[in-house]
């Protein structure tokens, strides 16, 4: 099992920014994992956000593309999403994601309420 707690949630006005930060436990190899970002607005199945390979690549959801980045720091075992340029329809718990062969994990989910 591989803890991940995600942080950085909040409220913000539309065209604002909030990064969120999802750090893993100690005991793990971080730097194999596939960390990904999904969330989940109220009534709407869970979407993939971003995601960044143990290559470091990474890929977006159309809707994000542009506005939201994800990097990782793996000496640390954390995964960030910049999100910039938010919009009322961001607002949804962001969950974060380990994945590793068989095997995902998730986070506890932080929520993102973007409104004036």
């Known amino acids: 099992q591989v803890q991940l707690v995600e942080s950085g949630g909040g409220l913000v006005q539309p065209g604002g920014s909030l990064r969120l930060s999802c750090a893993a436990a100690?005991?793990?190899?971080?730097?194999?994992?596939?960390m990904g970002w999904f969330r989940q607005a109220p009534g709407k199945q869970r979407e993939l956000v971003a995601t960044?390979?143990?290559?470091?690549?990474?890929n977006y959801a159309d809707s994000v593309k542009g506005r939201f980045t994800i990097s990782r720091d793996n000496a640390k075992n954390t995964v960030y999403l910049q999100m910039n340029s938010l919009k009322p329809e961001d607002t949804a718990v962001y969950y974060c994601?380990?994945?590793?062969?068989?095997?995902?994990?998730w986070g506890q989910g932080t929520q993102v309420t973007v409104s004036s």
């Open positions: 100690r005991n793990i190899i971080f730097s194999i994992y596939t």
């Open positions: 960044s390979t143990s290559s470091d690549r990474t």
């Open positions: 994601n380990a994945h590793f062969s068989t095997n995902a994990y």
